[in-house]
C-alpha cells in the first residue's frame, strides 16, 4: 500500500534537496539586494560629491564677476591680511558644520547655479606683485603689477564638502 521502503526514502530526498536548492535562491537574491542597494548608495555619493564640486567652481565666477566689477567702478577691495588672517580656519575643512566657516565669510545664496547647496567664500589680498607669474594670455594683455586675492570657496550638503581655493589677479592699470 504504501510503497517500498526505498519510495518512501527518495520522496523524502527530493524534498530535502528542493528546500536546499530555494535557500540558495533565497541567499542569491538577498546578496544581489544588497549589492544593488550599495551600487546606488555609492552612486548617490558621488553624485552629491560631483554637485558639490560644481557648487564651488559656480562660487569662484560669482566672486570672479564682483571683484571685476568692483574694480571697474573703482570700489574699494580687500585690503591685505595679516599673519594668523591669512589662514584657512579648521571650520572651513570640518565636515560636520553647517553654518558659516568663521568670521569674514560671506554667504552665497543657494541657486541651481549653486546646485541649492550652501557655498561660502573669503577673499583676502596677498598684496601687490610687480610682475604675477603665468598670467599672460590672449584675454588678459597686462604685464605689468597687479593686486594677488585668494579666494576660498566652501561648498556642503550633508556630509560632503568642498574647499576650492584660486588666486585673482587685478592688475594696476
Not at 554637485?51 to 567652481?57: C, F, H, I, T
Request: charged fraction near 15%; hydrophobic fraction near 45%.
Amino acid at each position: 500500500m504504501w510503497g517500498k521502503k526505498s519510495d518512501r526514502v527518495q520522496r523524502g530526498s527530493a524534498l530535502i534537496a528542493s528546500l536546499v536548492f530555494l535557500l540558495l535562491l533565497t541567499l542569491v537574491g538577498v546578496a544581489g539586494i544588497k549589492s544593488s542597494t550599495s551600487q546606488e548608495r555609492m552612486a548617490a555619493s558621488t553624485k552629491l560629491k560631483n554637485d558639490s564640486v560644481q557648487a564651488a567652481e559656480a562660487a569662484l565666477r560669482i566672486v570672479y564677476q564682483q571683484l571685476a566689477i568692483a574694480a571697474q567702478e573703482n570700489k574699494p577691495l580687500p585690503t591685505p591680511c595679516q599673519a594668523t588672517d591669512c589662514v584657512i580656519p579648521e571650520s572651513a575643512l570640518d565636515i560636520d558644520a553647517t553654518g558659516s566657516p568663521g568670521a569674514g565669510w560671506v554667504q552665497i545664496a543657494t541657486s541651481a547655479e549653486t546646485n541649492n547647496m550652501q557655498v561660502w567664500y573669503r577673499i583676502t589680498s596677498l598684496g601687490e606683485a610687480l610682475a604675477p607669474a603665468n598670467t599672460l594670455s590672449a584675454s588678459l594683455p597686462y604685464e605689468g603689477p597687479g593686486n594677488l586675492y585668494r579666494i576660498v570657496v566652501v561648498s556642503f550638503k550633508g556630509s560632503t564638502r568642498t574647499v576650492l581655493e584660486s588666486v585673482y589677479v587685478h592688475y594696476v592699470v
